[in-house]
């Protein structure tokens, strides 16, 4: 029996009893994630409450080395942490969890579906295994691109596409995400698009607070004509470094950068900055809530990572009205800056193109903070959870529809 929930296919399954009696059975669904950080609450959450469905949720761990966020440990969520030892690779800003009991606790919540978030930890390819051997359908949540993929070789591709022909169904970050699973082998309907977000509503409506707060257009005044925001950790792959040495290049005192975040690299960026004469404030690390104040500052937000799966602070920058200049190394790039109202992508690693880009954008200040609220209104329509959750419940629906691939 199928249904409308917010304008996305739904699914039951009915069984009727000896009586006659119709019978409503949910999907017992378990999925298993890295761990489980705060912008992944609000839609595990929404998963949870979809009425066909029977969430477990399988963290490898409670958080990990790079991440100083509070992570999601006591949420209303059924939600398990898996035991294990877990490393990290500075050298490929890689952590690995080497988790215990996969098969022994998917065994004992026999699911209906297997939801992996990837294949970059040996508990996806447990998981994996035990769904072959017992016949559950399994769908792999990639958010991997051709661009953002850390290992390459045949051993590597040959591994990918085993698990892919496993797999029912899937679920991609977006296009980029699903194209790179389609030149694995996958099916292109087999592929649901669930586009990578956060709640971008409650972003909104925080930066909007801040700005209407008595004070702040004072405040603001303190700040270059053309502010511009970084959020992330500072490691070499965030190549905060190239923005910084653009700014230089520009040699505008009407363009400056406020970074929020926190790394290895800090003392380092900084030294960069104050040698090169920008103007650039090293706000540290902040808790999630905390970040919309800088958004709210700021006219533009830069991401020019080397490598990056998604990018979500290019939702957070539109859902707060930003402009977003992003390199085509970040996966979300070519979804959500396919406008020139929304922002640009610039190529990876040319720091003439990011000198360019600032320049330009410094020249059409005035046009660019004008679209603010059209880009957040965008962003608030597009980028919502309940959308996101409706990809990845379409994709449960198509494993089970379709069965175990065995």
């Not at 699973?181 to 592929?191: P, S």
């Not at 800090?266 to 690390?285: I, K, P, S």
């Not at 990876?348 to 990011?354: C, F, K, M, V």
Request: with cysteine; hydrophobic share 45%.
């Amino acid at each position: 029996m199928c249904r409308n929930i917010r304008g996305a296919r739904a699914w039951s399954i009915r069984s009727v009893d000896r009586n006659d009696t119709v019978v409503n059975l949910s999907t017992r669904a378990t999925f298993i994630t890295n761990f489980l950080p705060p912008y992944r609450v609000d839609l595990f959450r929404e998963l949870v409450s979809h009425p066909e469905l029977d969430v477990r949720i399988l963290a490898l761990a409670q958080s990990e080395e790079t991440r100083d966020w509070k992570a999601g440990r006591d949420v209303d969520l059924p939600l398990s942490t898996l035991r294990g030892r877990h490393l990290y690779s500075r050298r490929f800003e890689f952590p690995l969890h080497l988790s215990r009991d996969v098969s022994m606790t998917l065994g004992a919540q026999r699911p209906d579906v297997i939801v992996i978030g990837g294949w970059d930890q040996p508990a996806y390819w447990a998981a994996a295994r035990f769904a072959r051997r017992f016949r559950v359908p399994l769908v792999l949540w990639n958010g991997s691109t051709n661009a953002s993929r850390v290992r390459n070789g045949r051993i590597f591709d040959a591994a990918r596409r085993w698990l892919v022909r496993q797999s029912s169904a899937y679920v991609a970050y977006g296009s980029l995400a699903r194209d790179y699973l389609t030149d694995l082998g996958a099916e292109v309907e087999r592929v649901h698009v669930s586009t990578n977000t956060v709640n971008v509503r409650e972003i909104g409506e925080r930066v909007a607070r801040v700005r209407a707060a008595p004070g702040f257009v004072e405040e603001r005044r303190r700040f270059p004509n053309l502010l511009a925001v970084f959020v992330g950790r500072l490691v070499s792959l965030k190549r905060l470094d190239i923005v910084i040495d653009a700014l230089a290049r520009v040699g505008s005192p009407e363009v400056g950068l406020l970074v929020v975040g926190d790394g290895r690299l800090r003392a380092e960026l900084e030294a960069r900055a104050h040698h090169l004469g920008v103007t650039v404030r090293f706000e540290g690390f902040k808790e999630p809530e905390d970040v919309d104040r800088y958004r709210a500052l700021a006219d533009i937000a830069v991401i020019p990572s080397d490598r990056e799966a998604w990018g979500l602070v290019v939702n957070e920058a539109l859902a707060a009205g930003l402009y977003a200049l992003a390199s085509d190394r970040v996966g979300s790039g070519r979804d959500l800056l396919d406008s020139e109202q929304r922002g640009a992508v610039v190529a990876p690693n040319d720091l003439q193109a990011w000198a360019d880009v600032l320049e330009k954008t410094r020249r059409n200040r005035n046009a660019i903070v004008s679209a603010r609220d059209s880009r957040s209104v965008w962003a608030l329509q597009e980028l919502s959870i309940a959308r996101a959750a409706d990809g990845i419940v379409e994709a449960v629906d198509d494993a089970r529809r379709r069965g175990s691939r065995r």
